[in-house]
């Protein structure tokens, strides 16, 4: 089975290979979409660490484990997982997908689990993603984010959705890190009313991720699709701003234009023509994440809408808010 896909790679592999987020990216970036290029490590590519994983006294008290020893478990799991080094194999398949890019470039590495980003489930939020990575630091960068798969929320959270928790798969997208002016999300349905001839697009300036993460009020605007017709134009404190950093790694800081759009009416145009675009290739609605850096739109990644019950909507964003403010303090201790 191969460890390595290229978004031009055909044929397309499977859900299962890539994951939801890899296999999207790639049919995205095959139908002519401005997807920034890159490539996904596979399920394969990681069976050799889940392997170690499973042969370790400490899985066995994973598989045994009740809710409140799960935390500590699974710390234990990722702290093992850490001190697994790329195979022979892994390494070169890795350095072969590298060759196209420039030494200097910067990567985001984000997680695709095959059970991510499908129409019945949605992990957002959950899995962890390194900004700004360059080439000397990649391994580090996906040894972080397979750690993840490992993590007592995700366990919990598949387990919930009679996900198969106890079998952890991970794919990672390895893709070029766009130094964005302004990024954000859109809708090609209106999130609230469900009207399917609005788009909703909610932006900051800087990298997409304090928007993704719901880490600031950002700008929101509405588009008629139909007509094009910009219906709202709604101006966000966007209080912090996350900024990429040239020798790599990222920067959060206050953005001194806070108080202006963030988004030009030229910019809406093209971000509703392409989640218009999307959506049609998709064949349902989708949510996408974006950013415009050199006046030019780029489509990072597009998965289609989960609709779920608002009860599980509120519970799941209380859960994520209580696991920041765990991570906080433990940083702050540290």
Same mark, same amino acid.
């Given at each position: 089975?191969?460890?390595?896909?290229?978004?031009?790679?055909?044929?397309?592999?499977?859900?299962?290979?890539?994951?939801?987020?890899?296999?999207?990216?790639?049919?995205?970036?095959?139908?002519?979409?401005?997807?920034?290029?890159?490539?996904?490590?596979?399920?394969?590519?990681?069976?050799?660490? @889940?392997?170690?994983?499973?042969?370790?006294?400490?899985?066995?008290?994973?598989?045994?484990?009740?809710?409140?020893?799960?935390?500590?478990?699974?710390?234990?799991?990722?702290? @093992?997982?850490?001190?697994?080094?790329?195979?022979?194999?892994?390494?070169?398949?890795?350095?072969?997908?590298?060759?196209?890019? =420039?030494?200097?470039?910067?990567?985001?590495?984000?997680?695709?689990?095959?059970?991510?980003? %499908?129409?019945?489930?949605?992990?957002?939020?959950?899995?962890?993603?390194?900004?700004?990575?360059?080439?000397?630091?990649?391994?580090?960068?996906?040894?972080?984010?397979?750690?993840?798969?490992?993590?007592?929320?995700?366990?919990?959270?598949?387990?919930?959705?009679?996900?198969?928790?106890?079998?952890?798969?991970?794919?990672?997208?390895?893709?070029?890190?766009?130094?964005?002016?302004?990024?954000?999300?859109?809708?090609?349905?209106?999130?609230?009313?469900?009207?399917?001839?609005?788009?909703?697009?909610?932006?900051?300036?800087?990298?997409?991720?304090?928007?993704?993460?719901?880490?600031?009020?950002?700008?929101?605007?509405?588009?008629?699709?139909?007509?094009?017709? @910009?219906?709202?134009?709604?101006?966000?404190?966007?209080?912090?701003?996350?900024? %990429?950093?040239?020798?790599?790694?990222?920067?959060?800081?206050?953005?001194?234009?806070?108080?202006?759009?963030?988004?030009?009416?030229?910019?809406? +145009?093209?971000?509703?023509?392409?989640?218009?675009?999307?959506?049609?290739?998709?064949?349902?609605?989708? =949510?996408?994440?974006?950013?415009?850096?050199?006046?030019?739109?780029?489509?990072? +990644?597009?998965?289609?809408?989960?609709?779920?019950?608002?009860?599980?909507?509120?519970?799941?964003?209380?859960?994520?808010?209580?696991?920041?403010?765990?991570?906080?303090?433990? +940083?702050?201790?540290?």
């Amino acid at each position: 089975m191969k460890l390595v896909y290229r978004f031009g790679d055909s044929p397309l592999p499977s859900l299962d290979q890539v994951g939801g987020k890899g296999l999207s990216l790639m049919q995205l970036f095959q139908a002519g979409f401005p997807v920034p290029p890159g490539f996904v490590l596979t399920t394969a590519f990681f069976e050799p660490w @889940i392997v170690l994983l499973k042969a370790t006294p400490v899985w066995k008290q994973f598989l045994a484990a009740d809710p409140a020893g799960l935390r500590d478990v699974c710390q234990r799991l990722k702290a @093992i997982s850490a001190g697994y080094e790329l195979a022979t194999e892994q390494k070169k398949r890795l350095r072969e997908a590298l060759i196209v890019f =420039d030494e200097k470039t910067l990567f985001a590495v984000r997680s695709s689990s095959p059970e991510e980003d %499908l129409g019945s489930a949605s992990f957002a939020g959950g899995y962890e993603t390194v900004l700004g990575v360059p080439v000397d630091r990649l391994e580090a960068g996906i040894h972080t984010v397979f750690a993840t798969c490992l993590d007592a929320r995700i366990v919990t959270y598949k387990h919930e959705r009679g996900l198969a928790a106890a079998a952890p798969r991970i794919a990672i997208v390895v893709q070029e890190q766009i130094a964005s002016e302004a990024a954000g999300v859109g809708f090609s349905v209106h999130p609230v009313s469900g009207d399917p001839d609005q788009a909703v697009f909610e932006s900051n300036w800087g990298l997409g991720e304090t928007v993704v993460a719901g880490r600031v009020s950002p700008d929101r605007f509405v588009v008629h699709k139909p007509t094009r017709k @910009i219906l709202e134009r709604q101006l966000g404190k966007k209080e912090r701003a996350i900024v %990429l950093l040239t020798g790599g790694g990222t920067h959060e800081r206050e953005d001194p234009r806070h108080e202006q759009l963030s988004l030009q009416d030229g910019q809406l +145009q093209a971000l509703t023509e392409a989640v218009i675009a999307i959506e049609r290739h998709a064949g349902r609605p989708i =949510d996408m994440e974006w950013a415009f850096a050199g006046g030019r739109l780029h489509v990072l +990644q597009a998965r289609p809408i989960v609709k779920r019950a608002a009860a599980e909507t509120k519970k799941e964003k209380i859960v994520q808010k209580i696991w920041e403010r765990i991570k906080a303090l433990v +940083q702050w201790r540290a």
